[in-house]
C-alpha cells in the first residue's frame, strides 16, 4: 500500500511552521531493530503499510525487519523478523502482506538509507512532498543508497523488549488539555475512559479517526471561536492528542496538524505512542488514565517502557483536570498551565475571546524563551491565545518549567509595548474557485449530505453573520485586512489570521466531521479567524476561495533552527511571518490557476510593503470606534443566536 523513508525523531523543530515531525510511526519497532544491528537509533528505514516491498540488495547487507507479522522471504526461503538476517549479494528480500495484528512493518538496514535531508531529516512527509529523497512513497525501480555497515549487537531482539500486539489496545492517557468541567461534562470524560472505541477505516499517518459516543459537552457553543462546542480559538496540537474535530475523536498522528481550533481532552503518554501506527481498522481501543510521573520513561527500548505488557498499568490519574497551576500574569490577565501530555505545557493568557493583546503577551513569552534557550525545550509555537512548551522530560521536568515559566512573567514587558515588523502582503484570491466547490461535494458524497453549510459555505457564512447578501461577504473579505497570528493551519506556513478592524470579522464555525480533503490553498474562515491551506489535506474552515502558494517547495534552506526560531543561512520555503497583513486582490479562477503555475515554477512574485504593528495604536483605533464595533456585534450576535437555535431544533446540538 505505502512504503516510505522515515528516520526517528523526525523533522524536529519546526511545528511552529506547520511542518509535522514525521518519522516512524511506530517508533519503538524501528528503533529496536536498528539497535540490534548496530545502527544508530534514528538511522533511516523503511516504514511499510498493510504490506511491504521486494528489495533486490547489490552487495551482501544485514537487515532486521520488525513490527506487525508479515511473510518474510529471502530468496524465496521464510525468515523470522525481530532477528537480523543477512542478505547475499543480489539477493531479494520481499517482505508481503501484513497478516496482523497491527497496521504497520519496519524493514532496518545496517549502515541506514543515505538519502537528501530536507530540513534537518530524511523522513518522509507525502503530503508536503518532502523527504525520502523523492518527496513520495517508493515506487517500482527506485534506488536507494545505503550508508556505511555497522556492526550488528546481536542475533536478535530479545523477547521481552519486542512489543505486544493484538486487536484490543490500552493506550495510556493523561488529562488534559481540555477537560471537565469547562469543555466537557464529568459523564463525558467518565465515558472517554470507560468505552472501548473503534479504529475507523479513514485513518491514517495524519491521524487514527475513532467510532464512539457523542460528547454532551459542557458549553453551548465555542463562542467566538465557532458554533459547536469543540471549538476554540486555535492553539498547537500535540502528537498523540485525543482531537474532537466536533463530535468525531481523533488520535493526531506524527504527520497531524500542528494548529487548530478544536479540543483536546486526553493526551497519549509518549511512550505509548508507538501504538497509533499499529491501530489497524476495526481494532479497539479503550483509554487508561494513568499520572504524567508515571508514565513509561519514551527513552526506554527494553522492559521499562512496559510495552511487551497487553495491558496498560495505572495507579489513577492526576485528577486535576488537565490544569496544572493557575495564576495572575498582571491585574488583568489569567495565565493557565494545562497539561499536553507527559512531555508538554499549554500556556493560556485570558479568557476565551480574541484578543490581540493576549497574542502580545505571548509573542512576548516566545520572544523571551527563545532568548533564554534554556536546557530541555524542544519545541516552542504559538497560538492565538497561547504558547505550546514542548520539553525533554529527561532533561527538563514539568514542575520545573512550570517554575522556569512562573520567573519567566516577572521579567516580560507589558504587552502594551508590543511593536513587531508587520509587512502588508498583496495576494490574489479567486473567489468561490471551483476546486472549493468540488470540496463541498466530495464531502457531501462522502461525509454527509445534510450540513448546514452545504452546499455552498459563503450563504452560510452571510446567514451567520446577518448579511443581507453573498456580496456583503464578498466586500468584507476583501475590505478586511487581515493579520497574521499563526503559521501552519493547516501545514506548511499556512496562516491563522484575523482582520484588524472587528467589523470585518465575520464569524462561523468549522465542518463537524472534518472534511477529508481540501485543495491547496484553500482559503477558509471558521470561528473569527482566516485560513490558507498550505497543502491538500483535511479541513473544517468554511471555503470562500483560493490564492496562491504559501510555501515554496523550490527553497533549500540550509542550516538549523532551534524550538520556534524562524532563520536559514539562505532562504525560508515559507512565504509570511507573525504579524503579516494580508490583503487580497480579486482574480478569476483561470487566472490563479496560471499564477499558481508561475509559483510552482519559481516565478514567485508577491508585493509586500514593509511596516510595523503597534498594539497601543491599535487599542486607541478599537477606543475610537467602540460604538460602530459594538453595533456589527449586536447583529453578528443575534443572527448566531438564530443559527445555534436552528441547529439544535436539527439535532445538530444537544442541550
Avoid at 516504514?47 to 524465496?76: H, I, K, N, S, Y
Wanted: hydrophobic share 40%; aromatic share 8%.
Amino acid at each position: 500500500m505505502q512504503t516510505t523513508v522515515q528516520d526517528w525523531p523526525g523533522r524536529i523543530g519546526y511545528w511552529h511552521i506547520g511542518v509535522p515531525p514525521s518519522g516512524p510511526m511506530d517508533d519503538l519497532s524501528f528503533r529496536l531493530g536498528n539497535r540490534v544491528l548496530g545502527n544508530p537509533e534514528g538511522a533511516a528505514g523503511l516504514e511499510c503499510t498493510l504490506g511491504g516491498p521486494a528489495l533486490r540488495f547489490t552487495e551482501a547487507t544485514w537487515v532486521c525487519v520488525t513490527g506487525a507479522v508479515a511473510d518474510v522471504r529471502v530468496d524465496g526461503h521464510p525468515v523470522e523478523q525481530w532477528r537480523t538476517v543477512e542478505i547475499p549479494a543480489g539477493g531479494l528480500l520481499d517482505v508481503g502482506a501484513i497478516r496482523g495484528p497491527g497496521m504497520r512493518t519496519y524493514i532496518l538496514i545496517s549502515g541506514g538509507i543515505a538519502v537528501d535531508h530536507f530540513l534537518g531529516s530524511a523522513a518522509t512527509f507525502t503530503l508536503g512532498k518532502f523527504g525520502g529523497g523523492t518527496g513520495s512513497a517508493l515506487r517500482a525501480d527506485d534506488t536507494l543508497p545505503l550508508g556505511e555497515a555497522t556492526a550488528r549487537l546481536a542475533p536478535a531482539v530479545p523477547m521481552s523488549d519486542i512489543p505486544a500486539f493484538g486487536r484490543r489496545w490500552e493506550l495510556a492517557v493523561t488529562e488534559g488539555p481540555h477537560g471537565a468541567p469547562e469543555f466537557f461534562t464529568r459523564d463525558d470524560f467518565d465515558t472517554i475512559l470507560g468505552t472501548d472505541y473503534e479504529v475507523h477505516f479513514n485513518s491514517d499517518r495524519t491521524g487514527v479517526r475513532l467510532i464512539g459516543p457523542k460528547p454532551e459537552w459542557a458549553r453551548t457553543d465555542g463562542g467566538e471561536a465557532g458554533l459547536h462546542p469543540s471549538n476554540i480559538h486555535d492553539n498547537a496540537y500535540t502528537i498523540g492528542a485525543l482531537d474532537f474535530t466536533g463530535d468525531t475523536p481523533i488520535l493526531l498522528g506524527p504527520d497531524g496538524p500542528s494548529l487548530g481550533g478544536f479540543v483536546c481532552p486526553v493526551t497519549v503518554v509518549a511512550a505509548e505512542r508507538w501504538k497509533l501506527g499499529q491501530l489497524a481498522p476495526g481494532d479497539t481501543v479503550r483509554f487508561v488514565a494513568v499520572r504524567a510521573e508515571q508514565a513509561a520513561p519514551a527513552a526506554e527500548l527494553g522492559p521499562a517502557r512496559r510495552a511487551s505488557l497487553g495491558t496498560v498499568l495505572s495507579a489513577g490519574r492526576d485528577g486535576d483536570d488537565g490544569v496544572l497551576r493557575r495564576t495572575e500574569a498582571d491585574d488583568e490577565t489569567r495565565v493557565t498551565y494545562r497539561r499536553q501530555g507527559d512531555d508538554g505545557v499549554l500556556v493560556e493568557y485570558g479568557t476565551l475571546t480574541l484578543d490581540l493583546g493576549l497574542r502580545a503577551r505571548v509573542h512576548a513569552l516566545h520572544q523571551h524563551l527563545i532568548a533564554a534557550r534554556p536546557r530541555g525545550i524542544v519545541e516552542l509555537t504559538p497560538g492565538i491565545r497561547s504558547l505550546q512548551i514542548r520539553v525533554d522530560p529527561a532533561v527538563l521536568p514539568v514542575p520545573q518549567l512550570l517554575d522556569l515559566l512562573a520567573e519567566a512573567e516577572t521579567l516580560l514587558p507589558d504587552s502594551d509595548q508590543l511593536v513587531v515588523p508587520s509587512r502588508t502582503v498583496h495576494l490574489p484570491l479567486s473567489w468561490d474557485d471551483p476546486s472549493t466547490r468540488e470540496a463541498i461535494t466530495r464531502y457531501m458524497h462522502g461525509v454527509r449530505a445534510d450540513a448546514p453549510w452545504c452546499p455552498w459555505n459563503i450563504e452560510f457564512i452571510r446567514r451567520m453573520n446577518g448579511l443581507a447578501s453573498v456580496e456583503d461577504v464578498h466586500r468584507t473579505v476583501f475590505d478586511a485586512e487581515y493579520l497574521v497570528l499563526g503559521l501552519g493551519d493547516v501545514y506548511l506556513g499556512a496562516p491563522v489570521a484575523t482582520p484588524t478592524d472587528p467589523r470585518h470579522r465575520l464569524v462561523t464555525t468549522k465542518y463537524n466531521p472534518a472534511r477529508t480533503w481540501t485543495p491547496e490553498n484553500a482559503v477558509g474562515i471558521g470561528g473569527a479567524y482566516l485560513c490558507i491551506y498550505g497543502m491538500e489535506g483535511p479541513g473544517g474552515y468554511q471555503f470562500v476561495g483560493r490564492t496562491t502558494q504559501v510555501w515554496n517547495h523550490r527553497a533549500r534552506p540550509t542550516g538549523t533552527a532551534g524550538p520556534g526560531v524562524d532563520h536559514f543561512a539562505t532562504e525560508t520555503p515559507w512565504l509570511l511571518r507573525y504579524f503579516d497583513r494580508i490583503r487580497w486582490y480579486p482574480v478569476e479562477a483561470d487566472e490563479l490557476l496560471d499564477l499558481r503555475a508561475d509559483f510552482a515554477a519559481g516565478k514567485v512574485d508577491v508585493t509586500a510593503e514593509d511596516g510595523e504593528f503597534r498594539l497601543a495604536d491599535y487599542r486607541r483605533f478599537l477606543t475610537d470606534n467602540a460604538a460602530d464595533i459594538a453595533d456589527f456585534r449586536a447583529v453578528q450576535a443575534r443572527a448566531f443566536a438564530t443559527e445555534r437555535q436552528s441547529w439544535r431544533t436539527a439535532g445538530e446540538l444537544t442541550d
